[in-house]
């Protein structure tokens, strides 16, 4: 039985975020567009918001704005960024925009493999180098597509970043593909000492959803990908237990 620890969360830059514990024991993360109310998104609240900047060029302006809202809304509260997969050719492009932005943490999209988190590693690195901050403070969040659940096994020992490990799909929850790729993403993240993250649900039923994340529990998985504001308080209830 895997049991979930409820950790203290700690701001940007502070000496204890540094030497915090490998694995994010964070519930709900909410993906949102920059375009959203900074405020607004604050209000919800989801344990980590993260900005969408999987199309870095549409993102781009609205970053800057959201960020400095953010930090009147939420002083306190650490940003994530959602990072386009390495196959879209706009990675390069959000990790120095996340960095410049005092990225907390960056949720990768699309991971193939424990090979992409490392060279994820090295372009934080030189991100955080170029910007003037201690290189290895942005935590990373990986996200296995396919291929990285059948490699799953490779993302233990890839990289001193690597917090949390989750799976994306949109498969249908109840679906054989479903539960093995869950199952899988469970038992390797547990392997390798993170925290696993369920996917964001295709699900618009609330009864639905209150299950799929009851079972995602049950399964080992410690929080869950959210884009809808109203599943964010049944995640945090959910994953409380």
């Known amino acids: 039985m895997i049991r979930h620890a409820r950790v203290k969360k700690f701001k940007i830059g502070s000496p204890r975020s540094l030497t915090m514990a490998k694995s994010l024991k964070i519930r709900s993360w909410y993906i949102v567009d920059p375009s959203a109310k ?15 900047l999987t199309d870095v060029s549409e993102s781009r302006n609205g970053v800057g704005d959201f960020c400095r809202a953010w930090a009147k809304s939420a002083p306190a509260a650490d940003l994530s960024f959602l990072l386009p997969a390495f196959s879209s050719a706009g990675t390069e492009a959000a990790i120095d925009l996340a960095i410049r932005h005092g990225a907390a943490s960056v949720v990768f999209s699309g991971a193939r493999s424990g090979a992409e988190v490392q060279r994820l590693d090295m372009a934080l690195r030189v991100a955080e180098i170029r910007a003037g901050l201690a290189p290895g403070r942005t935590r990373i969040a990986a996200l296995a597509d396919a291929a990285g659940i059948l490699a799953s096994s490779s993302f233990e020992r890839c990289s001193n970043r690597l917090a949390a490990l989750g799976w994306e799909g949109g498969y249908d929850p109840s679906s054989d593909t479903a539960r093995l790729a869950a199952g899988t993403i469970a038992l390797a993240a547990a392997a390798a000492g993170v925290a696993a993250i369920d996917a964001v649900s295709p699900t618009g039923d609330a009864t639905a959803f209150l299950s799929e994340c009851e079972r995602a ?12 504001s109203d599943q964010i308080a049944i995640v945090n209830r959910i994953f409380s237990v």
């Open 38 to 52: 900074a405020a607004i998104v604050h209000s919800t609240g989801a344990d980590v918001t993260v900005l969408d």
């Open 217 to 228: 529990r049950a399964n080992g998985f410690s929080g869950k990908l959210c884009r809808s």
